[in-house]
């Protein structure tokens, strides 16, 4: 049992682990960071630095306490939501968290499609992170 968290290199994913990894440290359990790029989507130089500070700040904690934490880049990702639900069905994950983006009104109608299909299909609860202001 573990957290699966998924990461992508802006305020919504710094978020997310963030509270994943405050949540694994609360829970005593083991945190699995899925980083997913979109085909062609190359990471540049910003990005990997981010994921990787952001990465070792949160695996710092965890290693204080005694937990796990495990990075799993998921290079031509056709479906990031694919790869978190993947990811929680292999570790047979206690918890998913996602961010999610602030929206206007009209679009506060419509949920993104990745976080929609995650909080339908996810094998276990989703916890879904705003970043703060």
């Known amino acids: 049992m573990g957290i699966v968290v998924g990461y992508v290199a802006n305020p919504e994913g710094r978020a ?15 945190l699995v960071v899925v980083h997913s790029r979109r085909p062609g989507r190359e990471v540049d130089a910003e990005d990997a630095e ?3 500070a952001v990465h ?5 904690r965890l290693s204080a306490a005694g937990l796990e934490a495990q ?11 694919d ?14 968290v996602i ?5 206007t009104p009209v679009g506060k109608l419509i949920l993104g ?12 609860p989703v916890l879904a992170v705003k970043p703060e202001d």
């Not at 963030?18 to 829970?27: D, F, I, T, V, W």
């Not at 070792?56 to 710092?60: G, I, K, L, Y």
């Not at 990075?71 to 939501?81: G, H, N, Q």
């Not at 790869?83 to 998913?96: P, R």
């Open 16 to 30: 997310a682990l963030e509270r994943a990894g405050e949540a694994a440290e609360q829970l005593a359990t083991s």
């Open 50 to 52: 981010q994921l990787a």
């Open 56 to 60: 070792e700040r949160v695996r710092a």
């Open 71 to 81: 990075l799993r880049e998921v290079p031509d990702s056709d479906d990031p939501a």
């Open 83 to 96: 790869d978190l639900i993947t990811a929680a069905e292999e570790t047979g994950a206690s918890l998913i």
């Open 99 to 103: 961010g999610l983006r602030r929206r």
């Open 113 to 124: 499609a990745s976080a929609q299909r995650i909080l339908l299909d996810a094998p276990c």
